[in-house]
């Protein structure tokens, strides 16, 4: 019987100590801002409330020695917000080591896939 799964998918989160990571979410944030200009935008297009992306914004920029967003305040042309040059480099060095990670380890992740139970066998 052929094995129609859908490819895995790595996902990692990197911790620097118990509140201090980076994970998809947080780069999936990131690069939401990027393209709308918005903090508040990005979480919406993630589903994530506006007090959620704003948390994680902050604790983002707390935790780099460099603040990787920068927001303006609303007003008559409205707020906004932009990754900062050091913002770019941690999405963009994050997401190669996903990449990297997702390559070196895709024989592993290959083999466990190839031992997993037909769709029709599990309950």
């Known amino acids: ?20 990571m980076i994970g998809p979410g947080k780069a999936e944030l990131l ?21 959620r992306a704003w948390e994680l914004v902050g604790t983002l920029n707390a935790m780099f020695r460099d603040p990787l967003v920068e927001s303006t305040r609303g007003g008559r042309r409205g707020g906004g917000a ?17 990449a990297k990670a997702a390559e070196a380890g895709a024989p592993c992740i290959d083999n466990l896939q190839s031992r997993l139970r037909a769709v029709t066998d599990r309950s």
């Open 82 to 98: 932009i990754l900062t040059p050091a913002g770019r480099e941690v999405l963009s060095i994050y997401r190669t080591f996903e």
């Open 1 to 20: 019987m052929p094995r129609n799964f859908p490819r895995p998918r790595l996902r990692i989160r990197i911790a620097f100590g118990e509140d201090e």
């Open 31 to 51: 690069e939401g801002i990027d393209r709308c200009g918005s903090i508040a935008a990005a979480g919406r297009e993630m589903g994530m409330s506006y007090k």
